[in-house]
């Protein structure tokens, strides 16, 4: 089985900075890599798929990139509304798999 | 706009079965570009993807619960529905129903989700 490691685990950043994710691979993946943003008691919102494509209604200072066995989320400026956790999704072979979150709080 | 909403018991006993249904709003479940997965989280805990359903009946079920669960459709009703067996403890979570579109494999919709504890 792929497992998906997110670092870091928790991230304190102020309003405005540039914050960034990462997600890896155990080994060489596709580009079926998804990233979504869930805020406390709510369901999980899908951001970024195929690792780079931003889903209609996002805002545009959400970003991804990478190939291969890392790939990272990219919040280019960073807004209060932005305070949740954030997940990759990775599918593989008819499986699906999920990082173990990033907590992102406000510093 | 689809809508996809949880429901079944909240409070299920150890070794019993837990079986939640999730009823489908605004498109047809039959529609072939999706793949109906439920996916479950423990209180202050990560995503863990159960299972998949296709609209003619295939299913994919992780791993780690393929001997415990089971994912059926009911496309006259717009449904489907989570079987999960001899339950301990350890499956208290919060249980998401949710979309995946079939090509590009990411969860477009989710359900809110539906609190399930287990406990006598």
């Known amino acids: 089985d792929i497992q998906m490691t997110q670092s870091p685990s928790t991230l304190s950043a102020s309003v405005g900075d540039r914050v960034t994710i990462t997600c890896r691979a155990s080994?060489?993946?596709?580009?079926?890599l998804a990233w979504y943003q869930q805020k406390p008691g709510k369901a999980p919102k899908v951001l970024i798929y195929?690792?780079?494509s931003l889903e209609y209604g996002v805002p545009s200072r959400f970003s991804g990139s990478g190939s291969g066995t890392e790939f990272t989320l990219t919040i280019s400026s960073l807004e209060p509304d932005d305070i949740a956790t954030y997940y990759c999704?990775?599918?593989?072979?008819?499986?699906?798999?999920f990082g173990q979150g990033t907590k992102l709080e406000i510093k | 706009q689809d809508q996809l909403q949880e429901s079944g018991p909240g409070l299920v006993k150890p070794s019993q079965t837990l079986s939640l249904t999730c009823t489908v709003s605004?498109?047809?479940?039959?529609?072939?570009?999706?793949?109906w997965s439920w996916i479950r989280q423990p209180a202050g805990k990560g995503l863990e993807w159960i299972g998949r359903?296709?609209?003619?009946?295939?299913?994919k079920y992780n791993p780690s619960l393929k001997s415990r669960v089971t994912i059926s459709v009911e496309t006259s009703k717009n449904q489907f529905s989570l079987k999960l067996s001899s339950v301990t403890a350890a499956d208290t979570a919060v249980y998401y129903c949710?979309?995946?579109?079939?090509?590009?494999?990411?969860?477009?919709?989710w359900g809110q989700g539906t609190l399930v504890t287990v406990s006598s």
């Open positions: 195929k690792a780079s």
């Open positions: 949710a979309r995946g579109r079939m090509v590009t494999s990411f969860f477009d919709y």
């Open positions: 359903i296709s609209p003619t009946g295939s299913t």
């Open positions: 080994q060489t993946i596709n580009n079926w």
């Open positions: 605004g498109d047809s479940i039959s529609n072939g570009a999706y793949y």
């Open positions: 999704q990775h599918y593989n072979n008819f499986l699906y798999s």
